[in-house]
């Protein structure tokens, strides 16, 4: 009998453990509950929803509110992603393995929490809040190069999202423009992204991070999108570190050819073809837009382009529309518009060309200022086995996700132990710059600032004694 008691006291000293480890939160909307990941100690929160879903005649309007559920959520399963076009096999496809994600969907304004200190307001982690690449068109923030379990174990709150893609998030139009309060149109994908923001700045605390230590951070699109977020005189005191992976710097000035983060048309020129696009299509106002099928609304300006034989393109990236963004990215920093913050800007060795001109010209830019930037490159080309086929080479565009996220565990690739060490030696400078705006941590370290005087980058490599170190091509030399 004592040993029947013990057992079942011990049982129930787990299952309290477990209870204090992912308690019940209470956020907007309702009451949610995560679950347990591959880490001891680590919870991650599937699909919350941040806004209402942006559908019928909340179509091309600003996130509203979440719409409450009863009862408690459990976050188990991720959100779908905005909706886009099907993954086939080859490049990117085959690099992360998409496959097991949810059914794309106009409904995709969701996030995902990762946390060691569920329930506890009081432990004020840093926030780091992801934003996912993919054009503005596709992509969503659950890949399983963003698993953020690793980033909560280093004592990091990480959120991801989704956010709306293509031409649900960025259609301009004269008669959207005529509705809305702002008479601005388009944009709607960056203003979920700062809705983002300020879910993380009301409800943060319960995941037991700092509404007031946050770091925003994301790779090409996402890149441009922590960007346009930086420029934009609607995310004042949301956010307080910034990464930029693989977005370039100061393009227009110095590699106009590189990563267009911007429409280069006016909000009246993007409008008017937006509307000769739509009229061809017999969706002349409002009311027929919203209620036209998402599959008509996705394909419309492709099935013109076939029957009118122009080339013409609807606005799928952000602009300036006086609103959400008053100036460039560019203009901005020149004119001192940009936010006094810390940043960290890269990219990787066999990227869209060289982005080192531009990155030093934003270095440069911050520093005349007061600001401090830290540069880097990526340039580990990604080991190979020949095991599938039509795979990218190199140290590729996007190819230094599985190491900023530690997440190797879920490619395909031979990793070798100098693969899973960069891993760490990356993750711990991310991670370090959410916590202390700066990778190399509380002290002194070897990732110097990069100033006129000193143009050092830090370089992301194996060591040389590693016989999987190839290199394609030349990186910087720090």
Not at 24 to 46: H, K
Request: charged fraction near 20%; hydrophobic fraction near 40%; include cysteine.
């Amino acid at each position: 009998m004592r040993k029947v008691l013990s057992f079942m006291l011990a049982l129930a000293l787990v299952a309290c453990q477990s209870v204090q480890q992912n308690p019940i939160l209470t956020i907007e909307g309702g009451q949610i509950q995560g679950v347990d990941t591959d880490i001891a100690g680590v919870v991650v929160y599937r699909g919350i929803p941040y806004a209402a879903p942006p559908i019928k005649d909340l179509r091309w309007k600003a996130p509203q509110p979440v719409v409450p559920w009863d009862g408690v959520k459990v976050c188990d399963e991720f959100g779908h992603p905005g909706y886009q076009s099907v993954h086939y096999p080859g490049g990117y496809t085959t690099e992360w393995g998409y496959g097991a994600e949810a059914p794309y969907s106009e409904d995709c304004l969701y996030l995902n929490v990762w946390t060691k200190e569920s329930g506890n307001p009081d432990a004020k982690l840093p926030v780091a809040l992801w934003i996912h690449g993919g054009g503005y068109r596709e992509g969503w923030g659950s890949e399983p190069e963003f698993d953020g379990q690793e980033w909560a174990d280093k004592d990091v709150v990480l959120v991801s999202i989704n956010y709306r893609l293509g031409v649900f998030g960025f259609l301009t139009h004269p008669e959207l423009s005529a509705e809305s309060p702002q008479h601005v149109s388009g944009n709607y994908g960056i203003l979920d992204q700062i809705e983002s923001l300020k879910w993380i700045k009301k409800n943060i605390a319960q995941f037991g991070g700092d509404p007031d230590n946050v770091m925003v951070f994301g790779q090409s699109a996402g890149a441009g999108s922590v960007r346009t977020l930086c420029a934009s005189p609607l995310t004042q005191g949301l956010f307080n570190k910034a990464i930029i992976m693989s977005g370039g710097g100061l393009v227009n000035a110095v590699a106009p050819q590189h990563i267009g983060p911007f429409s280069t048309l006016t909000l009246d020129e993007s409008e008017a073809v937006s509307k000769e696009i739509f009229d061809w299509a017999g969706l002349t106002d409002i009311k027929k837009m919203r209620s036209a099928s998402t599959e008509m609304v996705y394909s419309v300006a492709n099935m013109y382009n076939a029957a009118s034989g122009k080339r013409n393109s609807l606005t799928l990236m952000p602009m300036v529309d006086g609103y959400v963004m008053k100036e460039s990215f560019d203009d901005a920093a020149e004119n001192n518009n940009l936010p006094h913050i810390p940043y960290m800007i890269g990219f990787t060795l066999n990227d869209m060309g060289s982005m080192a001109p531009g990155i030093l010209e934003f270095c440069y830019n911050r520093e005349s200022l007061g600001d401090k930037a830290w540069a880097y490159q990526f340039a580990r080309p990604l080991p190979d086995d020949g095991s599938q086929p039509n795979v990218l080479k190199g140290a590729f565009h996007s190819s230094d996700l599985w190491y900023a996220f530690k997440s190797l565990k879920h490619c395909w690739r031979p990793w070798t132990k100098g693969d899973w060490d960069l891993s760490e030696k990356m993750l711990t400078a991310w991670s370090n710059f959410a916590k202390y705006g700066d990778p190399n941590g509380a002290a002194a370290g070897e990732w110097t600032v990069c100033t006129k005087e000193n143009p050092d980058f830090m370089l992301f490599k194996l060591d040389a004694g590693d016989a999987e170190n190839s290199e394609m091509g030349e990186p910087i030399k720090p």
